[in-house]
């Protein structure tokens, strides 16, 4: 039986950072059919040099692995990260590439979540709003509301001075029963 193949998207949360700041690369492997979803681990390589390796979980036909990179470990500039899936139990390799960011004109962020309401049923919506703060500048760009390994979507900040924000409306039928942490 052929390996069902797969395609994989890579992110870099934030895609700029500051030598002393942190990303999360996060790759995501589809299988192109069917509705299993592929196993095993991605490799994070810049250049010949391991950054990680994270474990996929996901359902669905899709799942993730992510990890968390510091820019000491990249050089200046744009780095271009490449994540490798080796493929495992019936399931092709898949490959992608992302690219970070580390300047001196990049600021390190701190982002904050909110939910109004916080306490919501499967009927009902709440709405999300991150708040993301810079040591210099107004944040800009995009925010993306993750639960475990579930993309819920994604807001655009907007703000002035040192902290911009981004709000998403999320219905309650999309999280667990339970305490969901975004």
Request: no cysteine; net charge positive.
């Amino acid at each position: 039986v052929p390996a069902t193949t797969t395609s994989m998207s890579v992110t870099a949360t934030p895609a700029g950072i500051a030598s002393a700041g942190n990303t999360v690369i996060a790759a995501t492997v589809r299988a192109n059919s069917g509705t299993a979803s592929p196993n095993g681990s991605v490799s994070f390589t810049l250049g010949g040099t391991t950054l990680g390796s994270a474990s996929l979980t996901g359902s669905g036909g899709s799942a993730t692995a992510a990890v968390t990179v510091n820019g000491s470990q990249l050089a200046a500039g744009n780095n271009t990260i490449t994540a490798s899936y080796g493929g495992s139990g019936g399931f092709a390799a898949s490959a992608g590439t992302v690219t970070v960011t580390v300047g001196a004109g990049v600021s390190n962020t701190t982002t904050s979540v909110a939910a109004n309401p916080g306490a919501i049923t499967t009927n009902s919506t709440t709405t999300l709003t991150a708040s993301v703060t810079a040591a210099g500048g107004t944040p800009s760009g995009q925010v993306t509301f993750v639960v475990g390994s579930v993309t819920l979507g994604a807001a655009t900040l907007a703000g002035s001075g040192a902290t911009a924000t981004g709000s998403l409306t999320v219905a309650g039928s999309r999280l667990a029963v339970g305490t969901n942490t975004i």
